[in-house]
C-alpha cells in the first residue's frame, strides 16, 4: 500500500471532522424530535440516520480520479434489501417482527438506527465502487467492475505480482552488473 501524500491525510482528517460534527448534530436533534409525535419523529430519524449512513460511505469512499459505477447484487440482497424490511417493520405495525424492532418508548430501537446507518451507506455502494485514476494499467489490465470484495482481492493480487516483477527485475539487473563486472575484470587480466 502506497503511504498517503499530504492532501490525502488533510481529506482524511476533514471526513473525520464531518462525521463527529453529524455525530454531536444528530444527538441533538434527536433530542428535538423526541417532542415530536412518536410516527413524525421515528421518520424524521430514519431520515436523519440513513443521511449519516450515506456521509459514511462518502467519507471513507474517496480518492483520486473517476467513480467505478456497477451494480452489486450481493450488496443489494445482503445489506440494502433487510436495512430496508428492519426500517419499514420498525414503523408497520401490521409486518412481522414488528415488536422487536419497534422501540417502547416511540423513539428509534438500536437495531433500526444501525439498519439506517447500513441503508444509508449500501445503497451507493449498490451502485459504486469507488474510484479508479486514469490510465491504470492494474484497472485496464483486470476490468474488474463488479465491485465489492471480488474487486479488492484482485486489485491486491494484482499490487503483489507487481511488487514481485519489481524485485525480480531488481535482482537481474543486479545479477547482470556483477557478471559485466566479472567479465571486465577478466578481460583486464587477460590482457595484462
Known sequence: MKKPDKRETVNLFF???????FIVCAHFFTQFTSTLDATVGSIVSIALYVVFG???FYATRVGDGKAIKR????????LVIPSLYIIIAAI?????????????????????????????????YTFLSG??????DV??????????????ILDNEAVETDNEETETDEVSESDEAETAQEQETATEEISE
Open 92 to 124: 408497520a405495525p401490521g409486518l412481522p417482527l414488528h415488536d422487536i424492532f419497534a422501540a417502547n418508548n416511540g423513539g428509534l430501537n438500536v437495531i433500526v438506527t444501525l439498519a439506517c446507518v447500513a441503508l444509508g451507506y449500501g445503497v451507493p
Open 71 to 78: 451494480f452489486s447484487l450481493v450488496t443489494l440482497i445482503v
Open 131 to 136: 474510484f479508479e485514476v486514469e490510465g491504470s
Open 54 to 56: 450515506l456521509l459514511l
Open 139 to 152: 484497472a485496464n489490465e483486470n476490468e474488474v467492475l463488479e465491485g465489492g470484495i471480488e474487486a479488492d
Open 15 to 21: 471526513s473525520a471532522f464531518l462525521i463527529i460534527a
